[in-house]
């Protein structure tokens, strides 16, 4: 069986989490495959709303597997609090969760690295959720991390040690105020750990080999959004993964040939936290009204998402590096009641219209063409098929689907699990 893939197209918050919970029904096995506790996947049933950050959104449902796999970074404190947090609603949901031997450990240190980075950087921050993501991948890359699997071996503390003291020299030299009590830190880390032991390790690109001999189905979650790639993002304003579907094959172990459907998801608009250029970006009071319908704020980290209109260039050019197969599409219903919406359909870049992502779309670079359309009145949160759809909202989404070459399969009207339509 071959391995799908559903993944964010933009800045991330495209709703993933609630459109996995959704698939999760058709899947044997939901994989995480890249990034860490920098995402808040939220879902919403029975009147209730959840968000993880590290388990994969599968985890509601009974009879599924859920993998944390090679290519995710763990912060055993914060995957404590997820455990707390579903214990209050599930049980046995723990014998379900499997995480690989491969994936690296976020340590306290890294957190204060992260903090000691940022600080540095003055107003050019990268607005990083200080999680400790991009100090944990620096030392993965850089061959020195702990993995979950050094658990499991004599000595691994001797190995915490020596680089924890290594960090601890790292965050002097950035010569930035970040206060700190390690020993405290480190109790509730290793206090953590514990925790995090009792779950089952298994070295899981050999687990996911055997199950797609057993015909099991398998659905890779992406964290984050490709414009947040390690390569293909607005880099240095990015993350330190990749979000894209390469990250799927290195992240869980499949290789490129097994990968099945690719599900981009993408809202109806388009949102961004943290700092970096985002061409499409509303200033006025169409922005304001988007973030306050769209309820636009971090699932992470609390902060006001920054929100513009859909950006088809961007869009496009990530649909292109995924390699797309179907689009889901959230957040229409934020749209309703808007006069007229608003959709980038090219760039203007240094005096020429353009219509491929260039290099750099810092705003002094770009300037977004918009095509304008007629808005549409009705409350789509209530609908149930897509036969309810407005003729404007129907029009919307055939333009889309036209200029993006890509089928629209779903549409989200709604936070909740029940609020999604198939086209
Ligand atoms: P993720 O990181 O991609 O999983 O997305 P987040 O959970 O960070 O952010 C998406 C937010 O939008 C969450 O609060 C969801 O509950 C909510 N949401 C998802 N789909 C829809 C939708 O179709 N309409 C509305 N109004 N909210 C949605
Ligand atoms: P989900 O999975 C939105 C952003 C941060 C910052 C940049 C780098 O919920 O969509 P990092 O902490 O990774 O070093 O931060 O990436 N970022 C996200 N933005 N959704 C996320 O995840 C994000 N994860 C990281 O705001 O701009
Ligand atoms: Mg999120």
Request: aromatic fraction near 10%.
């Amino acid at each position: 069986m071959a391995v799908d893939l559903l993944l964010g197209l933009q800045w991330g918050d495209e709703g993933k989490g609630k459109i996995v919970d959704v698939f999760t029904e058709k899947y044997d096995i939901i994989a995480r495959f890249q990034g860490g506790p920098n995402a808040g996947h939220t879902l919403e049933f029975d009147g209730q709303k959840h968000v993880l950050h590290t388990i994969p959104s599968g985890i509601f449902h009974k009879n599924t597997i859920n993998l944390v796999g090679n290519g995710v970074v763990i912060d055993p404190v914060i995957f404590k609090k997820e455990l707390e947090n579903l214990d209050a609603y599930i049980t046995h949901y723990r014998s379900n969760l499997l995480i690989s031997r491969k994936a690296h450990l976020i340590l306290p240190t890294h957190r204060l690295l992260d903090a000691a980075s940022e600080a540095s950087k003055g107003k050019a921050k990268i607005g990083s959720t200080l999680k400790g993501i991009g100090p944990t991948y620096m030392d993965k890359t850089g061959r020195n991390g702990i993995r979950v699997g050094d658990l499991e071996l004599d000595g691994w503390k001797d190995k915490y040690r020596a680089l924890a003291d290594k960090h601890e020299a790292m965050i002097k030299f950035y010569n930035v105020d970040v206060q700190y009590n390690l020993a405290e830190l480190e109790e509730e880390f290793f206090a953590a750990i514990e925790v995090l032991k009792t779950l089952k390790f298994i070295d899981s690109e050999h687990y996911l080999q055997v199950a797609q001999k057993e015909g099991k189905t398998v659905l890779a979650e992406g964290a984050q959004g490709s414009m947040l790639d390690i390569d293909f993002g607005t880099y240095p304003f990015v993350t330190s993964s990749t979000t894209t579907a390469a990250g799927a094959c290195t992240g869980l172990g499949v290789s490129p040939n097994k990968i099945g459907d690719a599900f981009g998801i993408f809202k109806a608009y388009t949102t961004r936290v943290g700092s970096g250029p985002f061409p499409t970006e509303l200033f006025d009071e169409d922005g304001k009204t988007i973030s306050r319908v769209g309820n636009e704020v971090g699932a992470t980290t609390g902060r006001p998402r920054r929100c513009g209109w859909l950006d088809l260039i961007a869009l496009k050019y990530a649909i292109e590096i995924n390699g797309i197969t179907h689009l889901i599409m959230t957040k229409g219903d934020v749209l309703s009641g808007f006069k007229t919406i608003k959709v980038c359909t090219a760039y203007n870049y240094k005096g020429k219209e353009i219509h491929h992502l260039p290099f750099n779309i810092e705003p002094e670079n770009v300037t977004p063409v918009f095509t304008e359309f007629k808005g549409w009145k009705e409350d789509l949160t209530k609908m149930k098929d897509a036969s309810q759809f407005p003729k404007e909202l129907n029009e919307y989404i055939e333009f889309l689907e036209k200029e993006l070459e890509t089928p629209i399969s779903v549409v989200s009207v709604g936070p909740d699990r029940n609020q999604t339509i198939n086209r």
